[in-house]
């Protein structure tokens, strides 16, 4: 089978199968497992597969064809330019996320050192971009998974970062050391009664890092007593909210806070909340 074949035998595949988005899928799966890019794919569109190009291809649609989400399957994902590991350890990063990382950059100094902790750091996608975004930042990825800790480490030492420390911890406890400078998390959020009627693909995400409690709210009120307790005078908390989750968990802020704000992602939704506590 030539690489042009396999492309459309991949997307006929998946839209048989009941697939959203097969053709982006279907270029996605075939660039990720050959590690092809545009270039090299128009140059190698007529060329034959190898054998263990099939078999990897096979087996890669194979679990796809499942309903294993497709950022597992390649095992690597794009978050704010870079690749970073993704597997059954942690959630896979969104784009939406993104919108966390634009608030904190926006709102703190680039050239001044500071101290900032991750909380459930998953992948480290927040926690190991702001390190990378600006070197002279210390910052600390904290999780309760071992496993999820694990894979950010991964991620740290395949991004070359030296300004960043991993804890095991829980974020509805005092943090291990005081004091910092910000706080970043995307928490989870998901009401418990809803988890169930999520899109089949989130039953491979771990339920830890979804089951946000009754009303989705039972984290952030834990981050509420840490913006409290473990942030500057001064400092900034920085939090990912749920669809329509924005102004409960901004009124959590409001009683310490010196203001507040909210930023919108590409699909118009408030989906991080900024508070800066009084100084």
Known sequence: MRLHEAMRFLRMALE????????????QLLFGVLHLDGMKYLARRDEYLTKDEQAALDRALARRMKGEPLQYVLGEWPFYGRMFLCDKRALIPREDTETVIHSVLAELSA?????GIDVGTGTGAI???LAAERPCWDVTCLDISE?????????AERLGLSNVHFVRGDMREVFPEASYDFIVS??????KD???DLAPEL???????LDGGTDGLDYYRALSLRFADSLMPGGLMTVEAGFGQADSVSEMLAPLADCIRTEKDMAGIERAVTARRKG
């Open 203 to 209: 039953a491979y995400e771990p339920r830890l890092a």
């Open 147 to 155: 496993d999820a800790l694990a894979l950010a480490k991964e991620n």
């Open 194 to 196: 809803e988890i169930g």
């Open 127 to 129: 926690g190991l971009t």
């Open 16 to 27: 048989s199968s009941g697939c959203g988005e097969a053709v982006a899928q279907s270029r």
């Open 186 to 191: 995307n928490p989870p959020y998901v009401r």
């Open 111 to 115: 050239d001044r050192p500071l101290r």
